[in-house]
Structures are given as structure tokens and as C-alpha cells.
């Protein structure tokens, strides 16, 4: 039987997480600025509207395979709750798992001890570029600055997240990270 490595005493927990608002960040005040400038854009609203077009039909071709769709959306939402819900007894198992197959989990506070870990483990395997399918929670640690500031080649294996990338942005949205960006702007 393989030995669960319990989270550290400092790990967030339901109620040691810290909801306060964070102080505004420059990119926070970056994407106030351009999401009020979008909000303005008429052109801009109807070239997203009309990507999302194609989305919408996709979307309403698949709720079509459902015979109860709304039952099937909630069912879902059950089950995702259920399993947040149900995180502490979880997590220890998925842990276990992962360890017995030869994985390792590494535990982080925060975003900056994250990155730190990541880094500490791509100095290890002395890599020299780092291809990264999508991953919002990279995003959210900014882990690809943290990677080419220690002279790391980063490239995204997602499409929209690569066009995004040489576009020196982020990405737009989570699912279609360059529904904004029109053919003839690549």
C-alpha cells in the first residue's frame, strides 16, 4: 500500500483560504483598461459575437444528444460539487494513486513558491526549452515570465495559446484563448 503524503500544515484549506481582494495589480489595472476599451468597441463585440456563432451551433448540436440536457448539466454540477466538497478525503487518495504509479506531488503555498518548485525541477533535468500544452493555472502564476527570465525557451503547444504567446499577450479566454484576434491580424 503506498504512503499518502498529507498536504503541509500550510496548505490552503476550505477555511484558511484567503478571499480578500489582492491589492490592484498592473495587470489587474491592465485588464480593466482594455476589457472597458473592448466594452466600447462595437466592431470588436460583433467580431466576438460573431466567432462565438460557430460555438453556439456546436453547442446546441450536442445538448441535441442529450435526451434530458438539463438533467445531464446538473448531474454534472453534482458531481464537480460533490467532489469539492469531498476534497479532503479526496486528495489524499488521488496523492496515493499518482505516488504508486511513480508520480510526485509537490506541495506550494503560493504562486511564487510554485514557480520556484518548477524552476528548481527544470534546472534538475538541466532543460533548456519547456513545451507547454494549456494550462490556465501557469497563467494564473505567470510561470512562463518566471521560466524565460531564467533563460528557459517556452512554447505553447495550443494553437490560440501560441498565437497568444507571439502576440505577447494572454490569453483571451480560458477555451478560445484567440477568439479576438481576426485571420488576417496572424
Known amino acids: ?28 489595472k491592465r485588464f480593466l483598461s482594455d476589457a472597458a476599451a473592448h466594452v466600447r468597441d462595437l466592431g470588436h463585440r460583433l467580431f466576438v459575437r460573431k466567432a462565438l456563432g460557430g460555438y ?23 458531481a464537480k460539487w460533490s467532489a469539492v466538497n469531498r476534497l479532503h478525503e ?6 496515493a494513486n499518482f505516488e504508486a504509479g511513480g508520480g510526485q506531488v509537490h506541495w506550494a503555498r503560493d504562486a511564487a513558491e510554485a514557480r520556484e518548485i518548477i524552476l528548481r525541477l527544470v534546472r534538475e533535468a538541466e532543460a533548456k526549452a519547456i513545451v507547454k500544452s494549456k494550462c ?11 521560466l524565460e527570465a531564467e533563460g528557459f525557451g517556452v512554447v505553447e503547444s495550443d494553437l490560440g495559446e501560441f498565437i497568444q504567446q507571439l502576440r505577447g499577450e494572454p490569453p483571451y479566454h480560458f477555451v478560445f ?9 496572424i
Not at 484563448?177 to 491580424?185: A, I, S
Open 1 to 28: 500500500m503506498a504512503t499518502v503524503t498529507p498536504p503541509p500544515a500550510s496548505a490552503p484549506t476550505r477555511d484558511r483560504i484567503d478571499t480578500a481582494d489582492p491589492p490592484a495589480s498592473d495587470a489587474k
Open 56 to 78: 453556439y451551433v456546436n453547442r446546441d448540436a450536442y445538448k441535441a444528444r442529450y435526451r434530458d440536457w438539463e438533467h445531464a448539466r446538473d448531474a454534472a454540477s453534482l
Open 90 to 95: 479526496l486528495l489524499p487518495q488521488f496523492v
Open 136 to 146: 490556465m493555472t501557469s497563467e494564473e502564476i505567470h510561470l512562463n515570465a518566471a
Open 177 to 185: 484563448p484567440c477568439m479576438h484576434v481576426r485571420r488576417d491580424e
